[in-house]
C-alpha cells in the first residue's frame, strides 16, 4: 500500500499529524540552538529549556484557535512557538533586540504577543493562573467561545493562587484548561520531596475534569486535550491535564552538575526511551504515514529556518537606551 | 482647566447638591457602569450586601450579579482573575474591604498587573482598577486600619489615587475606571459617611495627575492627603485665629504626582508641613518633602517637616490609636512653630 493510502486508511489527520511533529522539531530545533547562544555568551539572563517536553506544548496548542488564549511560564519558548509564535521575533526577544516580540523588554521568561492569544509567559511560578482564569471570565462576559489554557510546572503545585483560580474556574465554570506539566523537578529538588498527596486529586477536589495522560505521547496529549478544549467551549466547565514528562536537561541551561539530585543513568533512560520526536517520528514511520526520508527533508526545513532565525536576531540592533521609559503607561 | 470644574462648590453661585463621600463612589461606578459595558465591580460581598461599608449598594439591583460580583475570600485569586480578565476585553473594578489585604494582593499587582504592559513592550493593556480602604480610628487593630498607598506608589507601572471628598472621589474613580492602566484608588473608611460635600450632577473627570488647593493662604503650605485634608483644614482654621495663613494643598493622587503644583505653592508662602495617615517612616511624607525640598530649596525658610502614623502597629484600645494619627492639634503646634507664633 502507498503512504497515500495508509493514510486515508488509517482515518486520521495526517496533515495534522505533520503539523505535530514538524512543530515538536521546531521546538527541539530552537532549544538546541537558544542553548548554544546561552553557552557562546550571546544570549543574556537565563535559559531554561523545553527540550523532552515538546509533545504537551504542541498536543495541546494543536487542540486551540489562534484567538484562544495561553499563559506560560519560565520554561515558556515551546509554548509560545506551539501557539504561533515565529522564531526570529522570539529569538530577537532572547537576545534583548528592538525587534523582538516585546522590544527586548521582556525576554526569554516573557514572550507575549496578543496576535496569537499568549498572554504571556511568567516568571513567577503559579503566575499565569489567574490570568487565564481572568481570560476565560473575560471570554464568558464578552459572550466569545474562547477557550485559555494555563501551562504550567508541577513546582506550581506549591503556590496558592492555582487553588484559588480552580476555585473560582469552577464556581463559575470558566473556559480553562490546566495544564501541569510534571518534569518531576522543582529546579533542583524532586517533586516528591515537595508535593504532599497526589497530583489529579487537587482537582478533582474542586469538581474539576481531570486527567492524567503520557506528556512524551503527543497523540495522547492532543486526544485529551481537544476533549478538555471543546468540553471547556461547550460551556461545560474547567480541565485539568495532568502531564508526565521530564525535563531532559537542567533547570537552566547553566544548571550542568546535576548528580547532587538525579543521576546520569535517570536522564540517559528518558532520552533513549521516552523522547517524544522520536516516539512519535516512529510511530509515523511504523504506520506507514510517513517516511523516514520525508521526516529527514522536514527536519533539514526546520534546522535552515531556525538558523536563518538567529541569524536575524544577532543581526537586529539592540534598543536605543532612551527607550527605557516607553510602555511603562499605556 | 476651568476653576468651576474642579471646584463645583466655587460654580455659578447657584445650590450644587451635597452627596457623602460613599455615595459619590457609588454614582461613580453606577455611572461608568451605564456608559461601559465591559465595566464590572467583583470583591467580597460586594452584590447584596454592597460591602461591610454599604458604598456599592444597590449596585446589584441595577445591573445584576453578573456586572456586580461576589467572590469566595480570596483577594490573590480574584485580583490575578481582573488582571486577566481587563488583558482579555474588561474593565474590573476589584473591590479590596480593607487596605491591609493590600498584602495578599501585591504579587497580582505588583509582578502581574503593573509590569505587563511593560513587559510586554507595550502589547498587553491592563486597564483595571483596585478600590481599597484606609484609615485607622475606628476601633478595628492592626489588620484592619493601615494606610498603605505607599506601596503601590512605590512601583512603576501603578498610578494611586486618595480622594479627600466627595468631589474628587468621583471625579478620580470616574477617571480611574476610564484609564488604560492599573489604578490604585484609596477610599478613606472615616470619610464614607462622615464627609459631606458638593457634587454636580452633570458628568465629569478629575485627570489623575492634578493636585488641588483646598484653601489659599500665604503664611505655610500644608500637603495633605485623603483623611488628613479634614484635619489639614481644621487646622489651618484654628491657625487663621492666631494670624497664621495657611494654604492646604491636596495631591489628589500620589502618582502621577503634581510636583509643579506643590512647588509653587511652597515657593510663595516659603514653608511647608507634609500630614499623611500612612507610616510615617519610607513612605508618602518622605517622598513628597524630598520633591519640595529638591524644588523649593532656595525658597525655604527652614526643613520641610512631616507628620504621619506613628511608626507603631495600629493598636486597638482608643487613647493608643488616637495617638498614632495625626490629629489638628497636632499641625497647629508645628505650624506655630515653623512660623514663631
Not at chain 1, 538525579?262 to 511504523?286: H, N, T, Y
Not at chain 2, 493590600?102 to 498587573?113: G, K, P, S
Not at chain 2, 492599573?182 to 460635600?197: H, L, R
Not at chain 2, 500637603?223 to 487663621?240: C, I, K, N, R, W
Request: proline share 5%; aromatic share 8%.
Amino acid at each position: 500500500m502507498s503512504i497515500a493510502a495508509k493514510q486515508e486508511a488509517a482515518g486520521l489527520d495526517v496533515e495534522k499529524a505533520l503539523h505535530m511533529y514538524r512543530g515538536m522539531v521546531a521546538i527541539r530545533a530552537f532549544e538546541e540552538r537558544a542553548n548554544d547562544l546561552y553557552t557562546r555568551a550571546l544570549m543574556p539572563g537565563l535559559a531554561h529549556l523545553y527540550i523532552g517536553e515538546e509533545a504537551i506544548a504542541v498536543g495541546v496548542c494543536e487542540a486551540l484557535r489562534p484567538d484562544d488564549y495561553i499563559t506560560s511560564t519560565h520554561r515558556g519558548h515551546g509554548h509560545c512557538l506551539a501557539k504561533g509564535a515565529v522564531p526570529n521575533l522570539m529569538f530577537a526577544e532572547l537576545l534583548g533586540k528592538e525587534a523582538g516580540y516585546c522590544k527586548g523588554k521582556g525576554g526569554s521568561m516573557h514572550i507575549a504577543d496578543p496576535a496569537t492569544g499568549n498572554l504571556g509567559a511568567n516568571a513567577i511560578v503559579g503566575g499565569g493562573s489567574t490570568l487565564a482564569t481572568g481570560a476565560a471570565y473575560a471570554s464568558k462576559m464578552l459572550g466569545q467561545d474562547r477557550v485559555a489554557v494555563c501551562f504550567f510546572g508541577e513546582g506550581a503545585l506549591g503556590q496558592g493562587v492555582l487553588y484559588e483560580s480552580m476555585n473560582l474556574a469552577q464556581l463559575w465554570t470558566l473556559p480553562v484548561l490546566y495544564v501541569c506539566e510534571n518534569n518531576m523537578y522543582c529546579e533542583y529538588t524532586h517533586y516528591s520531596e515537595t508535593t504532599a498527596g497526589d497530583i489529579p486529586s487537587r482537582a478533582t477536589a474542586f469538581g474539576l475534569a481531570s486527567e492524567t495522560v503520557d506528556g512524551q505521547d503527543v497523540r495522547a496529549v492532543h486526544a485529551a486535550a481537544s476533549k478538555m478544549v471543546e468540553r471547556a467551549r461547550r460551556g461545560d466547565g474547567p480541565g485539568f491535564l495532568l502531564m508526565n514528562t521530564y525535563r531532559f536537561r537542567g533547570h537552566h541551561v547553566g544548571d550542568i552538575a546535576r548528580d547532587y539530585y538525579r543521576s546520569k543513568q535517570e536522564e540517559q533512560r528518558w532520552m533513549a526511551d521516552r523522547d517524544p520526536i522520536a516516539i512519535f517520528g516512529g510511530w509515523l514511520v511504523s504506520e506507514g504515514l510517513a517516511d523516514k526520508g520525508a521526516l529527514d527533508r522536514l527536519e533539514k526545513e526546520v534546522a535552515a529556518e531556525m538558523d536563518a532565525a538567529v541569524e536575524f536576531a544577532k543581526n537586529a540592533p539592540y534598543p536605543d537606551a532612551q527607550r527605557v521609559d516607553e510602555d511603562v503607561y499605556a | 482647566m476651568p476653576d468651576t470644574a474642579i471646584h463645583p462648590e466655587r460654580s455659578r453661585g447657584t445650590a450644587v447638591r451635597e452627596i457623602s463621600y460613599a455615595d459619590a463612589i457609588r454614582e461613580a461606578l453606577a455611572e461608568e457602569m451605564r456608559r461601559d459595558p465591559t465595566v464590572f465591580v467583583i470583591g467580597e460581598d460586594v452584590a447584596e450586601a454592597g460591602t461591610p461599608f454599604k458604598v456599592v449598594k444597590g449596585l446589584v439591583e441595577e445591573f445584576g450579579k453578573t456586572r456586580v460580583v461576589d467572590t469566595p475570600i480570596s483577594e490573590a485569586g480574584f485580583t490575578g482573575l481582573a488582571v486577566g480578565a481587563a488583558m482579555a476585553g474588561m474593565r474590573p473594578v476589584v473591590d479590596i474591604m480593607f487596605g491591609d489585604f493590600m498584602t495578599l494582593i501585591m504579587d497580582q499587582v505588583v509582578n502581574q498587573a503593573a509590569k505587563i504592559h511593560y513587559m510586554s513592550g507595550g502589547k498587553w493593556k491592563v486597564p483595571m482598577v483596585i478600590r481599597a480602604t484606609m484609615g485607622a480610628t475606628r476601633r478595628s487593630a492592626a489588620q484592619h486600619s493601615q494606610s498603605l498607598h505607599a506601596w503601590p506608589s512605590h512601583i512603576p507601572g501603578l498610578k494611586v489615587a486618595i480622594p479627600s471628598t466627595p468631589y474628587d472621589a468621583k471625579g478620580l474613580l470616574k477617571a480611574a475606571i476610564r484609564d488604560d492602566n492599573p489604578v490604585v484608588v484609596f477610599e478613606d473608611k472615616i470619610s464614607y459617611a462622615k464627609v459631606k460635600g458638593p457634587v454636580p450632577d452633570e458628568d465629569y473627570v478629575i485627570p489623575l495627575g492634578v493636585a488641588d488647593i483646598k484653601r489659599e493662604g500665604s503664611d505655610i503650605s500644608i500637603v495633605a492627603t485623603s483623611s488628613m485634608v479634614q484635619v489639614a483644614l481644621g487646622a489651618a482654621t484654628m491657625l487663621e485665629e492666631i494670624g497664621i495663613d495657611a494654604e492646604v494643598v491636596d495631591p489628589r493622587t500620589t502618582w502621577p504626582l503634581d510636583e509643579k503644583t506643590l512647588i509653587e505653592s511652597v515657593k510663595k508662602t516659603s514653608r511647608c508641613i507634609v500630614v499623611d495617615e500612612g507610616y510615617f517612616r519610607y513612605g508618602v511624607t518622605g517622598e513628597i518633602a524630598s520633591v519640595i525640598a529638591e524644588g523649593a530649596f532656595y525658597d525655604l525658610d527652614g526643613p520641610v517637616r512631616r507628620l504621619g502614623a506613628r511608626h507603631v502597629p495600629i493598636p486597638f484600645a482608643p487613647p493608643l490609636e488616637d495617638a498614632t494619627v495625626p490629629n489638628e492639634r497636632d499641625v497647629v503646634a508645628l505650624a506655630r512653630q515653623m512660623c514663631n507664633k
